[in-house]
């Protein structure tokens, strides 16, 4: 469900992952979730990231493809992805290539997906 996972324990930054649709200024959903939508505005938050953690780097995946990333900043960070078509979109932190906290997929479905 509405799950993360930090792979190293406890320490490890805090991700946020919900999807907007265009306009709104609530989440029409969080990750875990099921959309029927065409388009969203995909909004990744890392929180608590340690002053001395300067090289991490967040992932977005579709459908377990890299499609963008982005450095993150101590002590927080905001990210936006607009998507493009259906498909699992989930996040990963990352310093290099080692995978300290990933997230559940918000599936976007498409008008009429099952």
Partial sequence: GHTYV???????PD????????????????????????????????LGVPAEE???????????????SGPVTPPSSEHWLATSGPGRYRIELRRGEEILVLTSPIYLLGKGGS
Avoid at 16 to 28: I, K, N
Avoid at 54 to 68: F, I, Q, S, Y
């Fill in 15 to 46: 991700l946020r992952l919900e999807a907007f649709l265009p306009g709104a200024s609530e989440p029409a959903g969080i990750m875990g979730d099921a959309l029927r939508e065409r388009e969203l505005q995909l909004r990744a938050q890392v």
């Fill in 6 to 12: 930090k792979i190293f324990g406890s320490a490890m």
């Fill in 54 to 68: 300067t090289e991490l780097t967040l992932l977005w995946l579709k459908d377990g493809a890299v499609v963008a």
